[in-house]
């Protein structure tokens, strides 16, 4: 399947697959371009390829072309810190960066796509390479080092197989399909693979444009966008609006969730405004690719506490509960985070096991997942380890202990607020904090309130009382 990726790009002719604004590419031009750059990408090297953009038609070219080629990429947020950005290079010996922002970076080369053809058109040595893998995404990680998640081509392979052959998306192909993830995030895996392979138009959106609501209101009206992806928290801004109903957007007919929990009482509003609406939730961690299961949600599950996040008969892999936890075991499961080692994940029989950490219960052939046995959150439809924010505190000069905690909604498993507490060593205050925090991790990762406080709680255990600190 996706070594055919150039026949499938060649095939869809002059149908229309990215736009932007008013930056349009058809499947005809973009074949042409990833021709292009995928063999000038096979004589700069062999290492994996970062790509740091946001969803420009270059990155998207970048993409296709790097899986063409065979060079592993790596998606990168176009708000991810410096000091980030160099720990990736370090661990992934990646030489190149495609690029169209200004980022200098010594270790690497940064070229955008025309100067990488431009710089490779006249070498005429290609090299060898056997890499196995299609992409890394980097997740948050427990210790305060990202972890580098690791896709094969196999992987990606399974996944593409499922997804465009699922009863549920028979009749989604030639549509519209709405694209406003990163491509740092697995959810977008599904915007470009699923629409590429079911020969569908992709309409992106900016970074900048998705946090501006009316925006978005006007790229669905315009572009009559008929297929939604997007996590739970995207939904509820959108819903925001009044005028977000069936009669003043008739192009909508899918809304595809995943990432988090989706809530009975949001598919009860949509359900509400779009009557005609298919509402699909689908599970899975980046490490399985994308998703491993989804299902259609029907009105008769609106009278449950949660709703179900797959039908163990059609999902991609092997879905089992041990311990209370969903393990996965098949083709989409990934072999590893790069550079890693934990016992999250292992081989059955030559077969791909991932321990989630996801809780989960299987009643009526229905997976279910409510909710998690670690401190990994979901906040704002990002994945989140708390240790992640505590050991990065810990970075910061002045600091000597830091504990993050999350207050969620109403009893519910919504985060609503992550806090830190810390203590300190030095005459630091919080504006400081936050502002040394913001050179080593994300922006969504800072916690909203930093409380320096003179001691930590401590429960029976000798450990830090966190249950206390989310009560307080
Ligand atoms: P990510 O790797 O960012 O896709 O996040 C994966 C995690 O998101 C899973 O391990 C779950 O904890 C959570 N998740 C994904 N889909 C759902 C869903 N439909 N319902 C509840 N939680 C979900």
């Known amino acids: 399947?996706?070594?055919?990726?150039?026949?499938?790009?060649?095939?869809?002719?002059?149908?229309?697959?990215?736009?932007?604004?008013?930056?349009?590419?058809?499947?005809?031009?973009?074949?042409?371009?990833?021709?292009?750059?995928?063999?000038?990408?096979?004589?700069?090297?062999?290492?994996?390829?970062?790509?740091?953009?946001?969803?420009?038609?270059?990155?998207?070219?970048?993409?296709?072309?790097?899986?063409?080629?065979?060079?592993?990429?790596?998606?990168?947020?176009?708000?991810?810190?410096?000091?980030?950005?160099?720990?990736?290079?370090?661990?992934?010996?990646?030489?190149?960066?495609?690029?169209?922002?200004?980022?200098?970076?010594?270790?690497?080369?940064?070229?955008?796509?025309?100067?990488?053809?431009?710089?490779?058109?006249?070498?005429?040595?290609?090299?060898?390479?056997?890499?196995?893998?299609?992409?890394?995404?980097?997740?948050?990680?427990?210790?305060?080092?990202?972890?580098?998640?690791?896709?094969?081509?196999?992987?990606?392979?399974?996944?593409?197989?499922?997804?465009?052959?699922?009863?549920?998306?028979?009749?989604?192909?030639?549509?519209k399909v709405l694209s406003q993830a990163s491509f740092s995030f697995d959810l977008s895996v599904m915007d470009l693979y699923f629409s590429i392979y079911k020969n569908n138009t992709i309409i992106g959106i900016s970074s900048d444009d998705r946090s501006n609501l009316s925006k978005v209101y006007e790229v669905i009206k315009e572009n009559n966008i008929n297929f939604l992806i997007m996590t739970p928290t995207f939904i509820k801004l959108l819903l925001v609006g009044n005028e977000f109903n069936e009669e003043k957007y008739p192009s909508i007919k899918y809304m595809f969730f995943c990432g988090e929990l989706l809530e009975v009482s949001t598919v009860k509003k949509i359900k509400e405004r779009f009557k005609n609406v298919k509402v699909i939730n689908a599970y899975g961690p980046t490490e399985a690719t994308c998703c491993v299961s989804l299902l259609e949600i029907k009105d008769s599950m609106l009278d449950k506490e949660y709703l179900p996040v797959g039908n163990l008969y059609t999902s991609a892999v092997k879905i089992d509960i041990e311990d209370n936890q969903i393990i996965l075991k098949g083709d989409s499961v990934f072999d590893g985070y790069l550079g890693i080692v934990s016992d999250n994940y292992y081989k059955e029989n030559g077969v791909n096991c991932y321990k989630t950490g996801d809780i989960g219960l299987i009643k009526e052939d229905y997976l279910y997942c409510t909710g998690r046995l670690d401190n990994q959150i979901k906040y704002m439809g990002y994945r989140i380890e708390l240790g992640d924010i505590e050991n990065n505190l810990l970075k910061i000069d002045g600091i000597k202990e830091a504990v993050v905690i999350c207050k969620y909604k109403d009893n519910s498993n919504i985060v609503k607020l992550i806090k830190a507490y810390v203590t300190i060593s030095k005459n630091i205050n919080t504006t400081y904090i936050k502002k040394e925090l913001s050179k080593l991790i994300p922006s969504y990762m800072i916690p909203k309130i930093i409380e320096i406080v003179d001691s930590i709680p401590i429960n029976n255990n000798g450990k830090y009382d966190r249950k206390k600190l989310s009560e307080l």
């Not at 229309?16 to 021709?35: A, F, G, R, S, W």
């Not at 990429?73 to 980030?84: E, F, G, Q, S, V």
Request: charged share 25%; net charge neutral.
């Open 1 to 175: 399947m996706i070594d055919n990726l150039l026949n499938v790009l060649q095939e869809g002719k002059d149908k229309i697959l990215y736009k932007i604004d008013n930056d349009v590419i058809t499947y005809n031009e973009c074949y042409q371009k990833v021709l292009e750059l995928s063999n000038n990408l096979k004589k700069q090297g062999t290492s994996p390829i970062i790509i740091y953009g946001d969803k420009d038609i270059d990155t998207v070219i970048s993409i296709l072309s790097s899986i063409v080629a065979h060079r592993c990429y790596i998606p990168i947020y176009k708000c991810t810190p410096l000091y980030r950005i160099k720990e990736i290079i370090k661990e992934t010996k990646s030489n190149l960066i495609i690029t169209n922002t200004e980022i200098n970076i010594d270790e690497v080369e940064c070229l955008s796509v025309n100067d990488i053809n431009k710089k490779y058109q006249e070498v005429f040595n290609y090299y060898e390479n056997d890499n196995k893998y299609a992409y890394i995404i980097y997740t948050s990680g427990s210790t305060g080092k990202p972890k580098g998640v690791q896709i094969s081509y196999n992987n990606l392979n399974n996944f593409i197989k499922w997804v465009t052959t699922l009863n549920e998306f028979k009749e989604c192909s030639k549509i």
